[in-house]
């Protein structure tokens, strides 16, 4: 560690072996976009950025144009404010760690969490709330509590554990007015980030938290680079990992499986895709692709009681785990056909809210598969949806608690990620249906004849045997909502006639599709009278189609 503090000489960087036998102040704030102090700049000017220029004086309006201006300003004023409580040493991320070394970075971010834990005090810099915003509290004016709750400094995820770690958060506007301690301000931030009150307040400690709820603090977070969304929360799970900028969303995979190895918290598997990432292969796979996917997972407590470890083994394609099963009953005609084995539901030990009866669930089966071995992997099944056109769209299944008393432990290996057809289509089953996943509409289709719609007041409809509707063109009265979240997505559902496209595949005649559209790029337009012109070739594109087909009997 390196800490930054101010002698007669100017600044002065000082490495640091062990930062609990220092006591030191740090800061939280966005970086700006004309440039933030780096650790260059600091060993280049250690006196400032110009003549006369001091921690207690340097205003720049006598003086030429100062490159980086408003962040030396900011460096200015945190060690003003550290001086003022009494401290001679100050932590800022742009300037004390050196960004050209890949190996400081990477030690930096994996023990960042301890260092804001360790810290006396942390200063969070709130430069979008004005400079004549007054004192807050939870009390306050409503009108200053939501300039200061709509900071985009709330929105940011690397400031997620700069809120959490530190033992002591002080708050400050535009022109360092100061506007309060967090203490103060406890049931203002829960309402804006979703955190619990009481590990705000202290009274909590953030071991309460399981993995699930804490991962769901980052959802709507926002990062610079696809792969602080998993970097970010390193110290927050308790986790230590290399740092590889440039592998995407693979580093929130690879946070997943830290997670995994280091404990036996099943709620890490308890995610339900949200919004566009609800409708691809993602859904049926063990680790979730994003932090969204874990939102409203705030809410989900641990289970009473101790229901024996779990332990795992991981490699690339599976995880090999002994943990409590449910096992499920299949029907008759299931057992006949025999191509489901087995079916088991896996509690995650966690529940919703204060009701401790019903728990959460996943549920998987083992399937007869020609090419798979006689001991063959279980696979995620999805739980019946109330859609008669979507059956099993919902990731997570919600059991009542008495089906603890007929669990039973067992060592069982779950695919991380479902098989997929030669064609590169994803095989699955959910009772009597067969699920396809198409990444577009299929290139040859010619007409499609809509043969029932749900809900049934949703189309704008000639008798479908009268008057096809053909591509690319269908005219829509109201979308119907199949899923929500904060990127607004719309899903239509039709059942349509294919025609016989697919004579080889053995797919029956009528699907249901759903095309999904992100209504900030939405194709949908309203047309005069009312109904909506939607062309089916600019929405293929965008989204991805969900097929379902009766399986024969």
């Keep these: 560690m390196r800490l930054l503090h101010w002698t007669e000489n100017g600044f002065a960087l000082e490495d640091v072996a062990d930062p609990s036998d220092y006591r030191y102040a740090i ?37 030429p144009i100062v490159p980086k201006a408003r962040a030396w300003q900011k460096l200015r004023y945190a060690m003003q404010q550290t001086r003022k409580d009494g401290l001679e040493y100050l932590w ?15 030690e ?94 202290g009274e909590y400690a953030l071991e309460v938290f399981n993995m699930a709820q804490r991962i769901s603090w980052m959802a709507g977070r926002a990062t610079t680079r696809v792969e602080d969304e ?5 110290g927050l799970l308790g986790v230590n990992m290399p740092l590889l900028y440039g592998e995407g969303r693979i580093a929130f995979q690879r946070l997943q499986e830290e997670v995994i190895r280091s404990n036996d918290d099943l ?23 994003s932090p969204a996917s874990f939102t409203g997972c705030e809410g989900m407590w641990r289970t009473r009681g101790y229901h024996g470890a779990c332990t795992f083994q991981l490699n690339n ?25 087995e079916r088991f539901y896996i509690p995650l030990n966690c529940e919703l809210g204060s009701d401790f009866s019903r728990v959460v ?29 979507l059956p099993g769209l919902d990731r997570l299944s919600i059991i009542d608690a008495s089906h603890w008393l007929a669990a039973r432990r067992q060592t069982i290996t779950l695919l991380k990620k479902p098989p997929l057809s030669a064609d590169g289509r994803l095989l699955r089953s959910d009772g009597n249906y067969s699920l396809q996943i198409f990444r577009s509409l299929p290139t040859d289709v010619g007409v499609l004849m809509i043969t029932d719609v749900y809900p049934r007041d949703c189309v704008y409809a000639p008798e479908p045997a009268s008057k096809p509707w053909r591509t690319p063109e269908v005219v829509i009265k109201s979308p119907v909502v199949v899923q929500r979240s904060r990127s607004a997505v719309t899903g239509l559902l039709f059942r349509i006639d294919f025609g016989g496209w697919y004579p080889d595949s053995g797919l029956a005649d009528v699907f249901a599709v759903v095309f999904m559209v992100d209504q900030h790029r939405s194709p949908i337009k309203e047309g005069q009278g009312g109904p909506y012109e939607v062309s089916a070739s600019a929405i293929s594109p965008l989204e991805r189609v969900l097929v379902f087909t009766p399986m024969h009997l």
């Design 267 to 289: 709620s890490v598997f308890a995610w339900n895709a949200p919004g566009a990432e609800a409708i691809d292969d993602s859904r049926f796979s063990l680790l979730a692709p």
């Design 92 to 106: 800022v991320d742009t300037c004390c760690i050196d960004k050209t070394s890949s190996a400081e970075l990477s």
């Design 361 to 389: 669930a996943l549920t998987v089966e083992r399937l007869k598969r020609s090419q798979w071995e006689e001991d063959s992997p279980y696979l995620i099944v999805n739980r019946a949806s109330p859609s008669p056109f």
């Design 27 to 63: 800061l939280s704030h966005r970086w700006h976009d004309d440039g933030e102090i780096l650790y260059a700049d600091i060993l280049a000017y250690p006196n400032g950025p110009v003549a006369g220029w001091t921690v207690s004086h340097g205003d720049f309006h006598a003086a």
């Design 230 to 234: 998993a970097y970010c929360l390193l």
């Design 108 to 201: 930096s971010i994996n023990s960042m969490y301890t260092w804001y834990q360790l810290a006396v005090g942390c200063y969070a810099y709130l430069s979008d709330v004005p400079g004549d915003c007054p004192l807050l509290s939870d009390a306050s004016d409503s009108h200053w509590k939501h300039a200061f709750a709509n900071s985009i400094w709330f929105g940011r995820g690397w400031t997620l554990q700069e809120l959490i770690a530190p033992r002591i958060v002080h708050f400050f506007g535009a022109d360092w007015n100061y506007l309060g301690v967090m203490t103060g301000l406890v049931q203002t931030i829960a309402e804006c980030t979703a955190i619990h009150s009481k590990l705000l307040s």
């Design 317 to 341: 394609v599976s995880l090999q785990g002994t943990l409590n099963v449910v096992p499920i009953s299949l029907d008759a005609a299931e057992a006949k056909r025999g191509n489901v084995l």
